[in-house]
């Protein structure tokens, strides 16, 4: 495969290279999420595929990538980033509310960012799978940043007094894999159930592995349901 090209600099049309590159890079990445996500698939694609479907050439593919897994590497962190941004901002929004609140709104922003789009659920969860070691350690690399995320919480809500005061690494982890089994079979049909009912099945495990299993229900230790 050949080294990646220098690209040009100077400004052209009103643009610095650096901004011609980071669009060419975009137009690239879109392309990707539409023929990784949607079809052919990541392993049908080819470099000369994915440059005419972004209207580039594959001498500028090899100016911002050294092959496709690069590509796929990078829209891989693009979609979780995504995800994790949409999460973070919901936490924001509901730092002062209860635990049951805050973990619903947290989990929804989640769920409708990764599921809003099908091929983003392609890309998280199937297409990332089995390509090389490389990718199954990224992979397992931002599950593990889930992991943290979910820790982080859960240690903020046992100072509160609404979790258990444990290290929830390995329920989190536990967790996580549910997430991504469930998700992804309610996105390939393979679930009898709405998207509300998914994500209301999946908070209640999420307050179960954060609360002691012996603790008493307060009148707001429910789940609340979008109107």
Known sequence: MPDRLRAPSGRYAGKSAEERRAERRRRFLDAALELFGAG????????????????LSTRQFYEEFRNLEDVLAALHLQ????????VLTAAARTAHTPLP??????????AADVTGDPRRIRIAFVEIIGVSPRMEEQRLARRAQWVELICAEARAAA???????RDHRLAATGFIGSVNGLLHD???????ATLDEVVEELVRQLLGILRPPDRVPRR????????
């Not at 979609?79 to 949409?86: F, L, P, S, T």
């Not at 100072?159 to 005061?165: K, N, Q, V």
């Open 186 to 192: 309610w996105s390939a049909d393979r679930v009898e």
């Open 79 to 86: 979609v979780n980033d995504r995800a994790e941004a949409a």
């Open 159 to 165: 100072a509160r007094g609404e979790a258990e005061p």
């Open 101 to 110: 609140e805050r973990a619903d709104a947290v989990f929804r922003a989640y």
């Open 40 to 55: 052919p698939g990541y392993r049908s694609t080819t470099v000369a595929a994915l440059s005419e479907a972004a209207g």
């Open 220 to 227: 707001d230790d429910r789940v609340f349901r979008r109107s």
